[in-house]
């Protein structure tokens, strides 16, 4: 199988994918074409189809299998496929892990590192939290450990969501250790906590879309519910304790702009949403690198919206 961070300018192939998404588009001379977006586990592909109505081109929808024959091409910096010839191919004949993005790195190691960190923090009423939803709920643990971070920005992978909460959590548990100012049981519970709202917000793989909720609220604010109803569980849960929490969830973007309800106003608000953002951008510009692989380093690479600059390969 031809994987798509293979592909290079210049080459004819004819290669089964997984569309993610398909629509109609028209030039600025009026003709009408299809935008096709292309999927396999190491990446995705920007595609058109000049000629959609040609009886070269069978029809197939969104999440359908299809082997595609094109020429590759490149658009201002990102690969692209003209696609000549479609048609849409059985589940039944495909190996779907071929297909679908996943983390390089051992889940079970990973969330096995999580539940330690929730086994380090002291305070009793965070931990109830935190246990409440990492080790009581077999279902959520499940499904949080499996889940994206995001649609396509960073971390868009199977277990794009662990990955990015355990790295924000090392990082919010180095911030303690060089700033004892932190009160690190807070900010640790806020580091593990700063994203489960998108396991609703975010519909599982293939789809990997927003749901109706994550449209109409959102991670931060679904985040910030999911808490409180845990903490109207627990006994006597202090009520300071408990907001200072939630704002730490519901600031962690930094700005109003961003999608924080808040901007940080605690110390451990501002420390997560420094974790949140450094490894967000890091794994932004990891992704854009390697799926550039085969760039020089004389090679910019286009504009990204989350790190609002045209970028490049170091030399």
């Known amino acids: 199988m031809r994987y798509i961070e293979t592909l290079r300018e210049g080459e004819k192939i004819q290669e089964v994918y997984l569309c993610k998404q398909k629509t109609n588009a028209t030039t600025k ?3 009408e074409y299809e935008n096709v977006i292309l999927q396999d586990r190491t990446g995705q592909l920007d595609a058109k189809i000049w000629e959609p109505g040609s009886m070269a081109i069978e029809d ?4 359908d299998y299809v082997e595609v024959y094109g020429d590759v091409t490149v658009f201002n910096g990102q690969m692209q496929l003209s696609i000549k010839r479609a048609r849409k191919v059985s589940a039944d004949s495909i190996e779907a892990s071929d297909y679908l993005p996943c983390t390089d790195k051992n889940m079970d190691e990973m969330m096995a590192e999580l539940l330690k960190f929730i086994a380090s923090v002291n305070n009793p009423f965070y931990k109830q939290v935190m246990s409440a939803l990492f080790v009581d709920d077999k279902n959520f643990a499940e499904a949080f450990k499996k889940h994206s971070a995001a649609k396509s920005v960073h971390h868009g992978f199977i ?3 662990l990955e990015h909460t355990l790295s924000v959590t090392r990082l919010c548990d180095f911030y303690t250790k060089q700033y004892p100012v932190l009160n690190r049981d807070l900010l640790i519970t806020a580091a593990i906590c700063h994203d489960i709202g998108k396991v609703y ?6 789809e990997n879309d927003y749901t109706d909720s994550g449209q109409l609220l959102g991670h931060i604010v ?4 999911m808490v409180s109803k845990i903490v109207a569980a627990i006994p006597e849960f202090p009520v300071k304790q408990a907001n200072e929490l939630k704002h730490c969830i519901l600031a962690h973007h930094g700005e109003l702009e961003y999608g924080s309800p808040k901007k ?3 110390i451990e608000a501002l420390a997560l949403n420094f974790a949140d953002n450094t490894d967000a951008k890091i794994e932004t510009m990891k992704e854009i690198l390697e799926s550039n692989g085969n760039a020089g380093s004389d090679c910019w690479l286009g504009y990204n919206r989350l790190l609002e600059s045209n970028v490049r390969k170091t030399t």
């Open 201 to 206: 917000e975010l519909s599982d793989f293939p």
């Open 222 to 225: 679904m985040g910030s519910e």
């Open 60 to 63: 197939f929808d969104a999440l």
């Open 29 to 31: 001379t009026g003709k």
């Open 159 to 161: 277990g794009g969501l």
């Open 264 to 266: 940080p106003a605690l």
